[in-house]
C-alpha cells in the first residue's frame, strides 16, 4: 500500500524551509506551539496537540536538503481510534529542492502513515493543514500551529 505523500512550491529558500523544520521556533511556528526540540541527529523531538502526542527521534540532518524523523511513540487522543500509537514505527522525510530564486519545493513522505491505518483520514487531513500552516510560515513569518491550550 501507498504511504502519505504531498509536495508543494514554497515562496522561500531552502534555508528558511529547513530552518522551519529544525529550530524550536521554525517548529512552534508552523506545527505545534507545545513541544520540546532537540537540534542534533539521535535526539528526541516530542510535539504535544493537547492530550495527544507524537515522540520523534532525529534520523537525518542535511542542511538545506533533508530532515528526516522517527516515531518512537504516539497517542492520538481520538476516542473512535482503537489503535492510539498507529504512528509508532512510521518515518516522516520533508525533502527539499530549490525551485527557482526564492523558492523551495518540498516533497513530504509519512512512511508507514497508510491507508489501512484507522488514523488515515484524520492525518490527512491534519497533514493538509499543517504544510499549508508551513508555507503559510516560511513565507509570511506568520502559520496556524496546534496553539497551546489556556491554562
Not at 44 to 62: A, C, D
Not at 116 to 140: K, M
Request: glycine share 8%; net charge negative; charged share 25%.
Amino acid at each position: 500500500m501507498s504511504h502519505y505523500r504531498q509536495s508543494l512550491v514554497l515562496e522561500a529558500d531552502p534555508a528558511a524551509v529547513y530552518a522551519a523544520l529544525t529550530t524550536p521556533k521554525g517548529l512552534r511556528g508552523w506545527w505545534t506551539q507545545n513541544c520540546d526540540v532537540a537540534t542534533e541527529v539521535g535526539g528526541t523531538i516530542q510535539f504535544r496537540f493537547g492530550h495527544s502526542y507524537k515522540n520523534m527521534r532525529i534520523e537525518r540532518l542535511e542542511p538545506d536538503r533533508e530532515v528526516c524523523w522517527f516515531c518512537t511513540g504516539a497517542h492520538i487522543a481520538v476516542d473512535q481510534l482503537a489503535h492510539k500509537d498507529e504512528w509508532v514505527g512510521t518515518q516522516l522525510v520533508f525533502r527539499l529542492t530549490p525551485d527557482g530564486e526564492e523558492r523551495t519545493r518540498v516533497d513530504f513522505e509519512h512512511v508507514g502513515l497508510v491507508p489501512a491505518f484507522q488514523c488515515y483520514d484524520l492525518c490527512s487531513i491534519g497533514w493538509r493543514h499543517y504544510l499549508n500552516s508551513l508555507q503559510q510560515f516560511v513565507e509570511t513569518g506568520r502559520g496556524t500551529p496546534h496553539e497551546l491550550a489556556a491554562e
